[in-house]
Each structure stands twice: as C-alpha cells, then as structure tokens.
C-alpha cells in the first residue's frame, strides 16, 4: 500500500516509518526538513527516498503529499508539557489534523489513520468501552482532545478514519529529545526525586508502531485502538531502574495536590527562562497522572495478536540508547550491560 506519513521524523513517526517499510508498505514523507529525515530513520535501518518537502500546515503541500497515496498516517504534531509552546500547539495540532483527515477523507484514502493519545481520553472516574474525551484543560491535552474530535466527525459520518492511542511513549531512538525520555534521562540521573501519586498508560515507541501499522487495512471502516501498554506509578517506576541499574533511586511520592502547585510555580519560573532550558516537571504531567485512568487495550489484542512488551525490557532499551547516545554517561547505567 502507498502510504503517506506525516510527521515522520517524529519519535513515533519515525518508528512507523520503520515498521510499515519493512511490513512492504511504500511510504511517502511529509517534512519540512529534508534533511532530517535520514538522522531519524538511519538508527532505524531505514531509508525511504519519496519525500514531499513542505509543511501539514500548508493545503497546498498536503494536497501534494496525498496525491497517489491510498493511505495516509497521521502522526505530525507538537507534543510537549512546556507551556511555554502552549500557542503553538493550539494551532498546530488541531489545524494538520483538519487538514490531512479531510483531505484524505475527499481523496477517498483508505484507511486514514490518526496518531491520538490516551491523554485525549484521560478523566477522572475512568474510561468506558466508547473511550469518552478527556477532562484536562492544558494546552497539550486539549489540542489532542480538539484534534480527536475532528476524527470522530469524519469517522461519524461513515469515513474510514482509525484512531490510534499511544500512551505515555518510551524506548529507544528518540529523535527529538522529547518530554517522556528526557524525564527519564533526569531520573537516571538521579535528579527528579519526586513523582504525583496515582498512575498513567504507558507504551513502547515500537508497540505503537506496531499498532498503528497493523492499521493500514483498507475496507474495514472506521475504528480505535488504544496501544498496549502499562499502567504505571511511581513505585513501578523508580523500582524498575533500581533492579536494572542495581543503583538506588530515593524518591518521594506525594499526593497530586500537592505536587500540582509546585508543578505550576515551576512552570510560571520557566516561562522567564529560554526555552532550551526545561526542568521536565510539568503541572499538565502531573494532572494526567493523578486521574490514575486505566484503559481497555483489547481491541489491538484480539484483532492483531499485539500485546504490550514487558516494562523493565522498554526502561532497560531506553537507558542503554541514553547511554549510547552520550545523552547520559554509562556509569548511570549501573549494573545494567550497555555495549
């Protein structure tokens, strides 16, 4: 199948691209940055040479992209608890994704598939088989929840629209140094010594992709799956790192009442600080953890024969591509074989 993939220099793009070129799909990019694309995929072992030089912003570059494709990923976006990027979000993440679900939806591609995230469907008092919209009002998780509503219009009116749902997304080959493994980086490191009480779907980069490639079913019609994962809290967390590293990790975890205004004071100090520099201890993170919300990952179980990898194996790749990325020197690793 032809398939366009936008944003897939991203983390999770870029693993996609990976996983459906090698499942014998013909990928197409959208990038700003040509130049990006092989820093992303080389790790990966992956080349792919139809590349759309142009920006999911702009129509004209998404009408091109799509041209010839039968199938479209859309995975392109600015994730980031930084409010510091709350404007950019807003108007990012919503518009591509009016964009390229609409216009793939008149091209008549099938599927069309939206990267989501749990974090879209996250709420106090859990979720339900229909996967109601979240209840978070932060600028990251409400340009998902906008983002979402938009595919469940289409795929209302009969549109073969896919929603994927990633959690929390760790693992290895990052390209971007994004929130999730930059936090874990600092907790290696021994500096982030406290955590919300309550806990958060997380996932493995190469389980979501594996997802969201085994998507690219034409003529089944809209569907939604939420990706594999863990339930995760503070106490699986650090005590993972300290079985794999044999290093200890003292911690604190305190009630999310707690930690959110301090979450927000921080976030009020880095709004005077150049963006480069962000201590990853965000209000929104610590409002999604504290709603503690569990999900029904079944559907990618029983249709594709997906199941989540094991937890310490994901912490356990991450901390070795830290320490292989020089992000991280190997003495943090600790016990834990990184050559």
């Given at each position: 199948?032809?398939?366009l993939?936008t944003?897939?220099?991203?983390?999770v793009?870029?693993?996609?691209v990976?996983?459906?070129?090698?499942?014998?799909?013909?990928?197409?990019?959208l990038?700003?940055?040509?130049?990006?694309?092989?820093?992303?995929?080389?790790?990966?072992?992956?080349?792919?040479?139809?590349?759309?030089?142009?920006?999911?912003?702009?129509?004209?570059?998404?009408?091109?992209a799509l041209d010839?494709?039968e199938?479209?990923?859309?995975?392109?976006?600015?994730?980031?608890?930084d409010?510091?990027?709350?404007?950019?979000m807003?108007?990012t993440n919503?518009r591509t994704?009016?964009?390229v679900?609409r216009?793939?939806?008149?091209?008549?591609?099938?599927?069309?598939?939206?990267v989501?995230?749990?974090?879209a469907?996250?709420r106090y008092?859990?979720t339900?088989a229909?996967?109601?919209?979240?209840?978070?009002e932060?600028p990251?998780?409400q340009?998902k929840?906008?983002?979402?509503?938009?595919a469940?219009?289409?795929?209302?009116?009969?549109?073969?629209?896919?929603?994927?749902y990633?959690?929390g997304?760790?693992?290895p080959d990052?390209?971007?140094?994004?929130?999730?493994?930059?936090?874990?980086?600092w907790?290696?490191l021994?500096?982030?010594?406290?955590?919300?009480s309550g806990?958060l779907?997380?996932v493995?980069?190469?389980d979501?992709a594996?997802v969201i490639?085994a998507?690219l079913?034409p003529?089944?019609?809209?569907r939604r799956?939420?990706v594999?994962?863990?339930?995760?809290?503070?106490?699986?967390?650090?005590r993972t790192?300290a079985?794999?590293?044999g290093?200890r990790?003292?911690?604190?975890?305190l009630?999310?009442?707690v930690?959110?205004?301090?979450?927000?004071?921080i976030d009020?100090?880095?709004?005077?600080?150049?963006q480069?520099?962000h201590?990853?201890?965000?209000?929104?993170?610590?409002?999604?953890?504290?709603r503690?919300t569990r999900?029904?990952?079944?559907?990618?179980?029983?249709?594709?024969?997906i199941q989540?990898?094991?937890?310490?194996d994901?912490?356990?790749?991450?901390?070795?591509?830290?320490v292989?990325s020089?992000?991280?020197p190997?003495r943090?690793?600790?016990?834990?074989?990184?050559?």
């Amino acid at each position: 199948m032809k398939v366009l993939v936008t944003g897939g220099t991203g983390f999770v793009g870029a693993h996609t691209v990976a996983a459906a070129a090698r499942a014998g799909h013909d990928v197409r990019l959208l990038v700003r940055r040509p130049e990006q694309v092989d820093v992303s995929l080389a790790p990966l072992g992956v080349q792919v040479r139809d590349i759309v030089v142009g920006d999911a912003l702009d129509e004209q570059a998404v009408t091109r992209a799509l041209d010839g494709c039968e199938s479209v990923v859309h995975a392109a976006g600015v994730f980031s608890f930084d409010t510091r990027r709350a404007a950019e979000m807003r108007q990012t993440n919503l518009r591509t994704t009016e964009l390229v679900l609409r216009q793939a939806v008149a091209q008549g591609l099938d599927p069309v598939v939206h990267v989501s995230s749990t974090v879209a469907l996250t709420r106090y008092g859990g979720t339900a088989a229909l996967l109601p919209l979240g209840d978070i009002e932060l600028p990251y998780t409400q340009s998902k929840i906008d983002s979402e509503r938009v595919a469940r219009t289409l795929a209302a009116a009969g549109a073969p629209v896919v929603s994927a749902y990633p959690g929390g997304v760790y693992g290895p080959d990052d390209p971007y140094r994004g929130d999730q493994d930059e936090r874990l980086r600092w907790i290696l490191l021994g500096r982030f010594p406290l955590w919300p009480s309550g806990g958060l779907h997380v996932v493995d980069v190469r389980d979501a992709a594996a997802v969201i490639t085994a998507t690219l079913q034409p003529g089944r019609g809209p569907r939604r799956y939420v990706v594999p994962g863990h339930h995760v809290d503070g106490a699986l967390l650090y005590r993972t790192f300290a079985q794999l590293t044999g290093r200890r990790f003292p911690h604190l975890v305190l009630p999310g009442s707690v930690l959110g205004p301090a979450t927000q004071l921080i976030d009020t100090l880095q709004r005077r600080l150049p963006q480069r520099w962000h201590y990853p201890a965000d209000r929104e993170g610590t409002e999604i953890i504290r709603r503690n919300t569990r999900f029904d990952v079944t559907a990618a179980g029983e249709e594709f024969g997906i199941q989540a990898r094991p937890f310490a194996d994901t912490i356990a790749d991450t901390i070795r591509w830290l320490v292989r990325s020089g992000r991280v020197p190997a003495r943090y690793a600790g016990r834990l074989d990184t050559a």
